[in-house]
């Protein structure tokens, strides 16, 4: 069974950045896609990014495209997200989730808090 893995989260001043890193283990990893999600208190999950794993093809929430970058390193079954120019409504725990075969995210990781502070 695959398992994701988020680590990079913390806290940090609004205007600075962070990156996050999804490893995926377990048995042979192969995903149509991988995607970052977040969710604030209060607040229901919310779509941030995502890539396609061969293509390398991104998607953004426009709430985070220019800010935001999802990248993959393919050798390594890592999925990135480097997050610039934070705001204060970019606090959540973000989570990394994969899409196996093109038919939604089923898989989701243990989730990483971004705290970002004005």
């Known amino acids: 069974q695959v398992q994701l893995v988020e680590s990079g989260g913390g806290l940090v001043q609004a205007g600075g950045s962070l990156r996050l890193s999804c490893g995926a283990s377990?048995?042979?990893?192969?995903?149509?896609?991988m995607g970052w999600f977040r969710q604030a208190p209060g607040k229901e999950r919310e779509f941030v990014a995502a890539i396609t794993w061969s293509a390398g093809r991104t998607y953004y929430d426009d709430s985070v495209r220019g800010r935001f970058t999802i990248s993959r390193d393919n050798a390594k079954n890592t999925v990135f997200l480097q997050m610039n120019s934070l705001k204060p409504e970019d606090t959540a725990v973000y989570y990394c989730?994969?899409?196996?075969?093109?038919?939604?995210?089923?898989?989701w990781g243990q989730g990483t808090q971004v705290t970002v502070s004005s």
């Open positions: 377990g048995r042979t990893f192969n995903s149509y896609e």
């Open positions: 989730a994969s899409n196996p075969t093109g038919r939604g995210f089923n898989r």
